[in-house]
């Protein structure tokens, strides 16, 4: 899992409700992703950020909102208006986004969401 | 829908045997990349290949890509128990895009 965490490991929420997952790293990575997963799925790309103040949406962004105030830190808040939130979620960051194609993802231990 | 597809989705082996799981995608790539996650856990970064490299090796691993197939495949040799895990493969597709994109998966099970 290297040198990301995420927050809490399980997170239960009413529905109506927003949560914010927390994601930080101290990879000194430029780019950071959410990854959303759905049981026996692969990851589908929910936001990513390749530098401080800007993010991109994904493949799946509605219902979800990011903020990248810090280098180290990407959090991700899930909103009611995420219809199927319960899924595992994960982050990653990866050293440099522009021209670093060849670049490794590290993820981190992830966060299992799951709507009451 | 997803670049990614890895074949078979489920695989079991003996230990010791050799166990290869196979992925094909859709696009062009600048490279392609195998993953492995164990059991509701984040995923490690196993091997990538550019697309304009055939064959790679690292360890017991051997990765082949094939891009007129536009399909992958990792070999794993001599099989542990502990190589029980998901395995998945990831693209980056050319262009503009420095997203990966991944794959299902191939659930592989190793019997001691």
């Known amino acids: 899992d290297g040198g990301i965490t995420q927050s809490p490991k399980y997170l239960f929420r009413k529905e109506g409700q927003n949560v914010t997952l927390s994601c930080e790293q101290n990879?000194?990575?430029?780019?950071m992703y959410w990854y959303r997963q759905d049981p026996g799925q692969g990851l589908r790309l929910i936001y990513y950020?390749?530098?401080?103040?800007?993010?991109q949406k994904g493949d799946i962004a509605e219902g979800y909102s990011v903020s990248r105030e810090k280098k180290e830190s990407f959090p991700l808040t899930v909103t009611s208006a995420q219809k199927n939130p319960t899924a595992f979620y994960l982050c990653?960051?990866?050293?440099?986004?522009?021209?670093?194609?060849?670049?490794?993802?590290?993820f981190g231990p992830g966060t299992r969401l799951t709507v009451l | 829908s997803q670049q990614g597809e890895e074949d078979p989705q489920a695989l079991s082996i003996q230990e010791g045997e050799n166990a290869t799981m196979n992925c094909s995608y859709k696009?062009?790539?600048?490279?392609l990349q195998w993953y492995r996650q164990n059991s509701g856990r984040g995923l490690v970064h196993l091997i990538l290949?550019?697309?304009?490299?055939r064959e790679k090796h690292s360890g017991r691993l051997r990765v082949t890509l094939d891009t007129s197939k536009k399909s992958s495949s990792l070999l794993i040799t001599a099989s542990r128990a502990a190589d029980t895990a998901s395995y998945f493969c990831a693209v980056i597709s050319s262009g503009s895009a420095r997203q990966l994109t991944f794959g299902s998966g191939t659930q592989l099970t190793v019997l001691p």
């Open positions: 290949i550019r697309s304009n490299e």
């Open positions: 990653a960051s990866s050293i440099e986004a522009s021209g670093g194609i060849d670049n490794e993802q590290f």
């Open positions: 990879l000194n990575h430029d780019a």
């Open positions: 950020s390749q530098i401080v103040n800007d993010f």
């Open positions: 696009t062009s790539i600048n490279n």
